[in-house]
């Protein structure tokens, strides 16, 4: 699947793709609804698959809120919001290609959350009991869920989006569209020096992005779980074919 060329755009381009967004929303809805619960909780049995389901309904909400807010004509927050489901793209792909890579996430959360709890508590670096006893008890689960789901030992790892991204074979868009706009979130002195107004043709391409991720995430969600022999041909009908494999 390929993103489609750049061009110039202007109001009524904007407008056009505004509609694009729309059906490919409304699109990773369904393939979502009938992959997941409707609540996008998932399966609480199946961590994987609840993992997946998360990052799913995110990415679908980003490109709602894009969607509202490129009616209004509020775009100057587009790209960190098109970041935010870029990054849970990455890890939904990783998931799907790796179940362990959930499971490896999980656990270095827990043990990083017990250092964050415990410092935040009171200075002290001791966790209170009791919030130790339900961390250890959830991990025990994690633990007891990936044996039961993956042939190999876990261990905790921190996986970090560019981590995600490379489990994924994301790379490139990586580094397209997420560490370069890393300028931008950060407001760092790079972000600084390019700052400039935002011009129709840079929330047109806010918008082409947040399509394709809409519509590659519903890919990826499709050939996991639904396997729908007409998805192929409702990408094609919401732009004529121009996001293609």
Not at 59 to 72: C, P
Not at 144 to 158: D, F, L, N, S
Not at 197 to 204: F, G, I, P, Q, T
Request: glycine share 8%.
């Amino acid at each position: 699947m390929k993103e489609p060329n750049d061009g110039k755009a202007g109001d009524q381009e904007v407008a056009r793709l505004r509609g694009q967004l729309k059906e490919a929303s409304a699109l990773l809805s369904a393939i979502a609804g009938a992959a997941f619960q409707p609540s996008g909780e998932g399966s609480k049995k199946d961590a994987v698959k609840a993992f997946i389901s998360r990052h799913a309904w995110n990415i679908h909400a980003r490109g709602e809120d894009i969607i509202t807010m490129s009616g209004a004509g509020r775009t100057g927050a587009l790209p960190i919001i098109n970041r935010a489901a870029l990054e849970s793209l990455f890890f939904l792909a990783a998931a799907a290609m790796r179940p362990e890579y959930v499971f490896q996430k999980i656990l270095h959360e827990i043990a990083e959350y017990k250092t964050r709890y415990a410092y935040l508590e009171d200075n002290s670096h001791q966790l209170d009991e009791a919030v130790r006893r339900e961390l250890d008890e959830f991990e025990q689960g994690v633990r007891a869920t990936a044996q039961r789901t993956v042939t190999e030992a876990i261990a905790p790892r921190k996986c970090s989006a560019l981590d995600a991204a490379q489990q994924a074979g994301m790379e490139e868009l990586y580094r397209m569209h997420y560490w370069g706009t890393s300028n931008t979130v950060h407001a760092n002195i790079f972000g600084l020096q390019t700052e400039e107004d935002r011009e129709a043709e840079d929330v047109a391409q806010d918008l082409v992005f947040c399509v394709f991720m809409q519509i590659k995430t519903g890919e990826i969600l499709n050939s996991a779980y639904c396997g729908r022999d007409d998805f192929k041909k409702r990408i094609a009908a919401i732009n004529g074919g121009g996001f293609t494999e």
